[in-house]
């Protein structure tokens, strides 16, 4: 039943329906003429919507580390880290430097990759020296025997309007000269 005002004009008197307000229509306000498609719409747009969260709680969008090695006469140079990320996420990342033989400077060059979009949070064990080399960060450790490992752990945050499919780079040097390097590819969602 409607509520009856009088003095307005276009009100309805008394529950008869034979008059609505000017733009309302009986078909399409009570009857729903028209309408039959949209409460299927409003599921399907909030069924989207609600998968994009269960898709991450599901893991599709990374946070799962993978491990790349690359091998030299003089070290082998392993890396622990994730190929996608989502933006905010922490994140650890793991580089071993097992030398077959004695490396009397190494250093661990991080490419520029490593830092655009990111914060580094921490590194452990700290280095003896960090210096800027070819756009990117040398991380200097003291001098390895053969058979001997350095593992490096270094924490990382994607800035959260980070979205980018980034190309990174470790290069093993010993002083200047470059012992290996290993590539690795990482997307970060938003």
């Given at each position: 039943m409607f509520v009856v005002r009088s003095g307005y004009p276009g009100t309805m008197t008394g529950d008869e329906g034979s008059h609505f307000?000017?733009?309302?229509?009986r078909s399409r306000s009570i009857d729903?003429?028209?309408?039959?498609?949209?409460?299927?719409?409003?599921?399907v747009l909030l069924a989207c919507?609600?998968?994009?969260?269960?898709?991450?709680?599901?893991?599709?969008?990374?946070?799962?580390?993978?491990?790349?090695t690359a091998s030299a006469p003089a070290a082998t140079l392993s890396l622990s880290a994730p190929d996608a990320l989502r933006g905010g996420?922490?994140?650890?990342?793991?580089?071993?430097?097992?030398a077959r033989r004695p490396i009397d400077d190494p250093?661990?060059?991080?490419?520029s990759g490593w830092f655009d979009g990111t914060t580094m949070n921490t590194v452990t064990p700290d280095p003896i020296s960090?210096?800027?080399?070819?756009?990117?960060?040398?991380?200097?450790?003291?001098?390895?025997?053969?058979?001997?490992?350095?593992?490096v752990?270094?924490?990382?945050?994607?800035?959260?309007?980070?979205?980018?499919?980034?190309?990174?780079?470790?290069v093993?040097?010993?002083?200047?000269?470059?012992?290996?390097?290993?590539r690795h590819t990482m997307r970060i969602w938003p």
């Open positions: 307000p000017d733009g309302i229509s729903l003429e028209g309408r039959v498609h949209h409460p299927i719409v409003r599921r919507i609600a998968a994009l969260p269960a898709l991450a709680l599901l893991g599709v969008f990374g946070q799962q580390p993978s491990t790349t996420v922490i994140y650890q990342v793991t580089i071993t430097v097992g250093r661990l060059v991080l490419s960090e210096s800027q080399r070819e756009g990117g960060v040398a991380l200097a450790y003291g001098p390895l025997l053969a058979r001997q490992k350095l593992q752990r270094m924490q990382f945050q994607v800035n959260p309007t980070d979205v980018a499919h980034r190309d990174l780079r470790v093993l040097l010993d002083g200047v000269h470059p012992v290996t390097t290993i």
